[in-house]
C-alpha cells in the first residue's frame, strides 16, 4: 500500500496544482454568489477526479497480464509508456502555448461567464476539467493504472483512490474554505494568487508534464 501511494501521489499534486481549475473557482469566489459556486465547483471536482480514477482502476484491473514471469507486466508498461509519452507531449504544447514577453496571457472563454454560470452549471464545468479534460485525465490514467495493477484487495483500492481524489482536490478546496470562513480576507489574497497563476499556467504546466511523463515512462520501462 504504502508503495502505491508513493506512486500516485505526486500525479495527485499535479492535478492540484494544475492553475486553470485553480483560476476558476477563485474567479467563482469573487463573483456575486462566491459560496454558492464555490461548493458547487468543489464538489464536481471531486467527483469528477473520483469517478476518472476508478473507472482507469477497473479497467487496469481486469486487463489479462499474459506473462507474469519474473515479475514482468507488458501490459501494464506498454500502458504506461503511452501514457507517459501523452503526457510528454501536453508538456511541449503547454510550452509553445506561452505568452511573449510582455503579452498578457490568454484565458479560455469560458471564464469570462462565470459570473452568470447557476450552481449546476459549475458543478458540471469543474467534473469536466476533472474527468474529461485530456490532461487531467492522462495524469488520473496514470494513477489509476498503478493502483488497478498493485494486486491489492478492495479496502486498499478505496483508500488509494480516496487519498488520491483527496489530494487532488487540495488546491481548490483550500480557496474556497478561505473565502467561506474570512472572506474580507480572501479576496485580495485570492485575486494576487489569480494573477500569478495566469501569468505562470504554461510554465507551470510544462515543468509538471515533463517531469510526471519521465517518470511514468521510467516506470513502463522497468515493468518489462
Avoid: Y
Amino acid at each position: 500500500m504504502n508503495e502505491v501511494l508513493g506512486s500516485i501521489l505526486p500525479n495527485a499534486v499535479a492535478i492540484a496544482i494544475s492553475p486553470i481549475p485553480i483560476i476558476a473557482v477563485i474567479l467563482m469566489l469573487m463573483s456575486s454568489r462566491p459560496r454558492r459556486l464555490g461548493l458547487a465547483f468543489l464538489g464536481g471536482w471531486l467527483v469528477g477526479v473520483l469517478v476518472a480514477t476508478s473507472v482507469i482502476t477497473l479497467l487496469a484491473g481486469v486487463i489479462p497480464e499474459p506473462d507474469a514471469s519474473g515479475g514482468a507486466q507488458p501490459v501494464l508498461g506498454v500502458i504506461q509508456l503511452v501514457l507517459g509519452i501523452g503526457l510528454l507531449l501536453l508538456g511541449i504544447r503547454q510550452w509553445r502555448s506561452r505568452p511573449a514577453p510582455g503579452v498578457e496571457a490568454q484565458l479560455p472563454a469560458w471564464m469570462s461567464k462565470i459570473d452568470s454560470m447557476g450552481a449546476l452549471t459549475a458543478l458540471a464545468l469543474a467534473f469536466a476539467l476533472a474527468a474529461v479534460n485530456p490532461k487531467n485525465l492522462l495524469v488520473a490514467a496514470a494513477a489509476g493504472s498503478v493502483i488497478g495493477r498493485a494486486g491489492l484487495d478492495i479496502g486498499g483500492i478505496i483508500v488509494a483512490i480516496v487519498c488520491f481524489t483527496v489530494v487532488a482536490a487540495l488546491t481548490v478546496a483550500a480557496p474556497v474554505l478561505f473565502a467561506v470562513i474570512a472572506p474580507e480576507k480572501a479576496a485580495p489574497a485570492l485575486a494576487s494568487i489569480r494573477a500569478w497563476l495566469a501569468a505562470n499556467n504554461a510554465t507551470i504546466m510544462t515543468v509538471v508534464f515533463a517531469i510526471l511523463g519521465t517518470s511514468v515512462i521510467g516506470k513502463g520501462i522497468g515493468a518489462f
